[in-house]
């Protein structure tokens, strides 16, 4: 008997018409003679309105009681989704991060997971139940309740695969699959029928939030296939995986395989730091003591024993970051800081750059005949990416995937 993990986004248990196609679909899988593990996330736009809520009460809340908080919207869903199957005659149970054994460290709003103690669902599995699992949640060493990060519920799914050692594991959303570029937003972007673990990790960084990047870290850790489609019709989505021959080929063809956005970016500058040793890691260090995580780092070229530091990483850390700013222009008698939420990240993602010279260059050169100015750059093996004006990203999203030859 097969086992079977499928795991359903806040879209596709949005409402209880919704809920019962879930349903639909686990019980299916059911009758094909497997056992079925569910996660789910909290409906619709629950853990946001949750957030919205919390802040109306304090700006800023302790992560302890947001963690407790934010874990209610996928215990809704859980309970909601096995009653649908209790009504529908199917044999169904529903559990808790706890209760189905995962344990994370201590650390709230993003915990990572350590271990899942899978016996219980197993049990329950072996007894015919479709087990319910809460996603984005776990319980830490001292017994609190924790959290997985935005998009968290990926991280549950694939992580109770690898604990059950799963057949399949398919992550159920809203669009058919991975495209090559925001679907919502690029009307000529096409689902890539496989992508590799490389590609999509890079993606899922950059900002195609389709898959939470740590589940794509512990797929290809485990060499756990993924199928990402849609909850809403039968079509055959994504899979992601390590590369295939055909794959391989396309990748000659097409050298990039998707563009990517991101408006969640901060970028700070410290203008006037004194040029010498220790500096930067003093900046950094305190960073990273705050658990700030820092995306791309440039650093100016020296005047008057002089230079400028710009960095950037996610927009909800700017108060962390304006406090470590002001510190250090105080500590190292710099000039003056600057903040700047107005920007965006614009990258390209693609395993053929490595093979292929030029793309940078194409890259760049796009993003000039559209009048699009470049801040900050940065590329590894199969990615680049630019900092620019948030105003142009869809402008600059459109013309790169024109200019890739993803558009069709
Ligand atoms: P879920 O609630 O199912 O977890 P998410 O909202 O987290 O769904 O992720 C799905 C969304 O990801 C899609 O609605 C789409 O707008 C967005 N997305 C961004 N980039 C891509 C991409 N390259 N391919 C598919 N979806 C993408
Ligand atoms: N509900 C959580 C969120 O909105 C987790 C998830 O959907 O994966 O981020
Ligand atoms: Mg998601």
Known sequence: MAIIVQKFGGSSVANAERIQRVARRAAEAAAGGNQVAVVVSAMGDTTDDLIDLASQLNPTPPSREMDMLLSTGEQQSIALLAMALHAMGKKAISLTGAQAGYQTDGVYSRAKILKIDSQRVLDELNKGNIVIVAGFQGVGENGEITTLGRGGSDTSAVALAIALNADLCEIYTDVDGVYTADPRIIKTAWKIPEISYDEMLEMAVL?????????????????????????????????????????????????????????????????????????????????????????????????????????????????????????????LDAQSYLLEDNIAKISVVGAGMMTHPGVAAIMFKTLADIDCNILMIATSEIKISCIIDETKINEAAIALHKAFHLDR
């Open 207 to 331: 900002g195609a939030l389709v898959l939470q990047p740590r589940s794509v870290e512990l797929a290809k850790q485990h060499n756990i296939p993924l199928h990402v489609r849609s909850s809403f019709n039968h079509s055959q989505g994504t899979i992601v995986k390590e590369v295939a021959p055909m794959q391989k080929d396309l990748e000659k063809e097409l050298i990039v395989c998707g563009v990517a956005h991101d408006l969640h970016v901060l970028k700070t500058t410290i203008f006037g730091i004194p040029d010498r040793p220790g500096v930067s890691a003093l900046i950094f260090g305190l960073l990273a003591a705050e658990g700030v995580n820092v995306d791309m780092i440039i650093q100016s070229g020296t005047r008057e024993d002089k230079q400028d530091i710009s960095f950037t990483c996610g927009r909800d850390e700017k108060d962390k970051v304006a406090k470590i700013a002001a510190q250090v222009v105080k500590e």
